[in-house]
């Protein structure tokens, strides 16, 4: 519109035919600057008169509008910020600027960029009157609140992000808005993911992740708020109960939604979910602290096996504090030389004569001896273990070259490997180095490792093994039998030894079941020309099982328990005078 064609503003028929006429010159060029809405209102708001144009905009007809005021116009969760924005006019004088969405009369909405100042001419300092005019920002506005909203969405789900979810939080939990109303935090994790990430490829990966975040959303109201976090990481807040409902049988049909499998790229995919719950008000009223605690409760969680729901409690923080300090306690215990490797024993089934051995680690901690499952899980958790992992690599090397000195040559001696060392990049070369340091052929030192560490990154871990392989150091496969019944990778990996695991030994009376898996493993080795040593032999009923078998080695309480080095050291000079007697000769065999 040019100021050459000056548009027309005519005063609507007024229910108050004595209300002063409008300078509709004044309207027009306003009109003439390009803002489509133009009214003069009363101070109750009500049209005075209009421009055409407005007219057309809202597309309201102008006998409607006579009757109408300016906050009926606009969008009702706005009408309190228009009439401050006009009593702040009144107030100073001075115009005044918002952007405030206006009804049309077709149900859309038109964002405009709204001018207040106060009309000129006769007026009541007590009844003033105003000039509104404002401009077409609609298709800003819009832009501005897409890109709004594209940043505090997560694009893969389309679910709310961090940021959305703290801004949230921020909002209805610490502004006070929710009190009085419960809600539960839910903090899920999704268990294993990186292992379906890593094994199936980043495409199959997210469209698990969209597939999951579907199924959840399901399972709430529609104005839970629900968050994707991180990678696998997700947020609830549910705060739409039913009368019947309890938060533990929702956290329940959630884990068991998540059961049935997930039918992604062709491939029926099953997931589990750790779950941590937090409640309002009663664990904490603030939402850090709430998601803290929903945090806290998913690893305990986690650590009760995966694949549940845990509530916060006060005791939850209790065990974390126990393991800090148990943390603070390793690392000096570690300076101060508490941890310690002992052997056990592994001898020939037929002769008993001990051939090598298992290092096994122990902590004298000043309150008494810590057993290893209390402690490699914690080390593994803070890194430590890659600490202890590579001094008890150094240990048992140094350990071996004594022995030798001292007249005990041992075939090899075992040493257990977390699945943490190995994502460590220093790991093969810790190896290595204590394997040079110590002078000791490689082939003496066996990695025992399990299923598990196969199977979580099996390309890293193919090419450690494939290069520590070549090195000359060896491998087991520990604990064999509990993980993954895949048995693809006794071919794929460089693997020298198996070691049956004591649960399957321990039922060997017992169970035909066991003893026919017990067998089905002695045979496949020697088709695969595996070594095996069955773990946990206690009796010599379960020796005599396995000597039937053909199982070559064996280790357990019915020789010995492991061994501080000394009494290792007597405990072999002790075999050696009886298999002298009983087979008149007391040289240790090579096991490969
Ligand atoms: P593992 O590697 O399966 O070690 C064998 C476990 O069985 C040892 O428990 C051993 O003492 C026990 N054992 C041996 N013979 C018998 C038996 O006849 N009967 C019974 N009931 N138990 C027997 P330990 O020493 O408590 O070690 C537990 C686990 O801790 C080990 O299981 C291993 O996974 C881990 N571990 C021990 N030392 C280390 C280490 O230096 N590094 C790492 N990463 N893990 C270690
Ligand atoms: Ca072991
Ligand atoms: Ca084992």
């Given at each position: 519109?040019?100021?050459?064609?000056?548009?027309?503003?005519?005063?609507?028929?007024?229910?108050?035919?004595?209300?002063?006429?409008?300078?509709?010159?004044?309207?027009?060029?306003?009109?003439?600057?390009?803002?489509?809405?133009?009214?003069?209102?009363?101070?109750?708001?009500?049209?005075?008169?209009?421009?055409?144009?407005?007219?057309?905009?809202?597309?309201?007809?102008?006998?409607?509008?006579?009757?109408?005021?300016?906050?009926?116009?606009?969008?009702?969760?706005?009408?309190?910020?228009?009439?401050?924005?006009?009593?702040?006019?009144?107030?100073?004088?001075?115009?005044?600027?918002?952007?405030?969405?206006?009804?049309?009369?077709?149900?859309?909405?038109?964002?405009?960029?709204?001018?207040?100042?106060?009309?000129?001419?006769?007026?009541?300092?007590?009844?003033?009157?105003?000039?509104?005019?404002?401009?077409?920002?609609?298709?800003?506005?819009?832009?501005?609140?897409?890109?709004?909203?594209?940043?505090?969405?997560?694009?893969?789900?389309?679910?709310?992000?961090?940021?959305?979810?703290?801004?949230?939080?921020?909002?209805?939990?610490?502004?006070?808005?929710?009190?009085?109303?419960?809600?539960?935090?839910?903090?899920?994790?999704?268990?294993?993911?990186?292992?379906?990430?890593?094994?199936?490829?980043?495409?199959?990966?997210?469209?698990?992740?969209?597939?999951?975040?579907?199924?959840?959303?399901?399972?709430?109201?529609?104005?839970?708020?629900?968050?994707?976090?991180?990678?696998?990481?997700?947020?609830?807040?549910?705060?739409?109960?039913?009368?019947?409902?309890?938060?533990?049988?929702?956290?329940?049909?959630?884990?068991?939604?998540?059961?049935?499998?997930?039918?992604?790229?062709?491939?029926?995919?099953?997931?589990?979910?750790?779950?941590?719950?937090?409640?309002?008000?009663?664990?904490?009223?603030?939402?850090?602290?709430?998601?803290?605690?929903?945090?806290?409760?998913?690893?305990?969680?986690?650590?009760?096996?995966?694949?549940?729901?845990?509530?916060?409690?006060?005791?939850?923080?209790?065990?974390?504090?126990?393991?800090?300090?148990?943390?603070?306690?390793?690392?000096?215990?570690?300076?101060?030389?508490?941890?310690?490797?002992?052997?056990?024993?592994?001898?020939?089934?037929?002769?008993?004569?001990?051939?090598?051995?298992?290092?096994?680690?122990?902590?004298?901690?000043?309150?008494?001896?810590?057993?290893?499952?209390?402690?490699?899980?914690?080390?593994?958790?803070?890194?430590?273990?890659?600490?202890?992992?590579?001094?008890?690599?150094?240990?048992?090397?140094?350990?071996?070259?004594?022995?030798?000195?001292?007249?005990?040559?041992?075939?090899?001696?075992?040493?257990?490997?977390?699945?943490?060392?190995f994502?460590?990049p220093?790991?093969s070369?810790?190896?290595?180095?204590?394997?040079?340091?110590?002078?000791?052929?490689?082939?003496?030192?066996?990695?025992?490792?399990?299923?598990?560490?196969?199977?979580?990154n099996p390309e890293q871990t193919e090419a450690i093994l494939s290069r520590l392989h070549?090195?000359?150091?060896?491998?087991?496969?520990?604990?064999?039998?509990?993980?993954?019944?895949?048995?693809?990778?006794?071919?794929?990996f460089?693997?020298?030894?198996?070691?049956?695991?004591?649960?399957?030994?321990?039922?060997?009376?017992?169970?035909?079941?066991?003893?026919?898996?017990?067998?089905?493993?002695?045979?496949?080795?020697?088709?695969?020309?595996?070594?095996?040593?069955?773990?946990?032999?206690?009796?010599?009923?379960?020796?005599?099982?396995?000597?039937?078998?053909?199982?070559?080695?064996?280790?357990?309480?019915?020789?010995?328990?492991?061994?501080?080095?000394?009494?290792?050291?007597?405990?072999?000079?002790?075999?050696?005078?009886?298999?002298?007697?009983?087979?008149?000769?007391?040289?240790?065999?090579?096991?490969?």
């Open positions: 519109m040019t100021a050459a064609s000056k548009p027309t503003v005519h005063a609507l028929p007024a229910a108050d035919k004595n209300l002063p006429k409008l300078k509709d010159d004044r309207l027009a060029d306003i009109v003439a600057q390009n803002a489509a809405f133009v009214v003069h209102v009363d101070a109750r708001g009500r049209l005075l008169a209009t421009a055409e144009s407005t007219v057309a905009l809202l597309g309201y007809p102008a006998a409607y509008l006579a009757q109408v005021s300016l906050q009926d116009l606009v969008m009702p969760e706005h009408v309190r910020e228009l009439e401050e924005l006009m009593a702040l006019v009144s107030s100073t004088g001075e115009p005044q600027k918002a952007a405030i969405p206006f009804l049309r009369a077709d149900e859309g909405c038109y964002w405009l960029d709204l001018s207040v100042q106060l009309a000129q001419g006769p007026g009541d300092k007590n009844e003033p009157r105003f000039d509104v005019f404002g401009y077409d920002v609609t298709s800003w506005v819009r832009k501005e609140h897409q890109l709004r909203d594209e940043s505090r969405r997560d694009p893969l789900t389309g679910m709310s992000n961090r940021a959305h979810l703290r801004e949230w939080m921020i909002e209805s939990i610490d502004n006070g808005v929710a009190s009085g109303k419960a809600f539960a935090v839910m903090m899920l994790d999704l268990d294993g993911f990186k292992r379906i990430n890593d094994s199936l490829g980043h495409d199959i990966g997210d469209a698990l992740l969209r597939a999951v975040g579907k199924r959840l959303k399901a399972q709430l109201h529609q104005d839970d708020v629900f968050a994707r976090l991180g990678a696998d990481e997700f947020v609830l807040v549910a705060g739409n109960l039913d009368e019947s409902d309890t938060w533990d049988r929702l956290a329940a049909r959630i884990v068991a939604a998540m059961q049935r499998p997930f039918s992604v790229g062709g491939q029926q995919l099953r997931v589990t979910f750790s779950i941590g719950i937090a409640l309002y008000p009663e664990d904490g009223l603030k939402s850090s602290q709430l998601l803290k605690h929903a945090d806290l409760a998913m690893y305990s969680a986690k650590d009760r096996g995966k694949n549940q729901f845990v509530f916060y409690s006060s005791d939850l923080e209790k065990v974390k504090a126990e393991a800090f300090s148990l943390e603070q306690d390793m690392l000096s215990g570690i300076r101060t030389g508490e941890f310690e490797l002992h052997y056990q024993p592994i001898v020939d089934a037929r002769t008993r004569e001990v051939l090598a051995a298992e290092a096994l680690m122990r902590w004298n901690h000043p309150q008494g001896q810590r057993p290893p499952t209390a402690f490699i899980p914690l080390a593994e958790d803070n890194g430590l273990i890659n600490l202890l992992g590579s001094w008890a690599l150094r240990m048992v090397c140094a350990q071996l070259a004594r022995w030798d000195a001292n007249g005990i040559s041992l075939a090899y001696v075992g040493v257990n490997v977390s699945p943490v060392q994502q460590n220093a790991f070369q810790s190896v290595m180095s204590a394997v040079r340091e110590s002078g000791i052929d490689p082939g003496r030192l066996v990695l025992e490792i399990t299923e598990g560490t196969l199977i979580k070549a090195f000359g150091v060896r491998f087991a496969i520990d604990d064999f039998g509990t993980g993954y019944s895949n048995l693809s990778y006794l071919r794929r460089p693997i020298s030894e198996i070691k049956i695991d004591r649960s399957f030994v321990s039922d060997i009376l017992e169970s035909g079941h066991d003893r026919a898996i017990v067998s089905a493993m002695l045979s496949l080795a020697r088709e695969l020309d595996l070594s095996v040593v069955a773990e946990g032999v206690e009796t010599e009923e379960q020796l005599a099982i396995l000597v039937e078998r053909e199982c070559q080695y064996i280790q357990g309480w019915l020789f010995s328990k492991a061994l501080p080095p000394e009494d290792f050291e007597h405990f072999v000079a002790t075999q050696v005078v009886i298999s002298l007697k009983g087979r008149g000769r007391g040289s240790l065999f090579r096991i490969f």
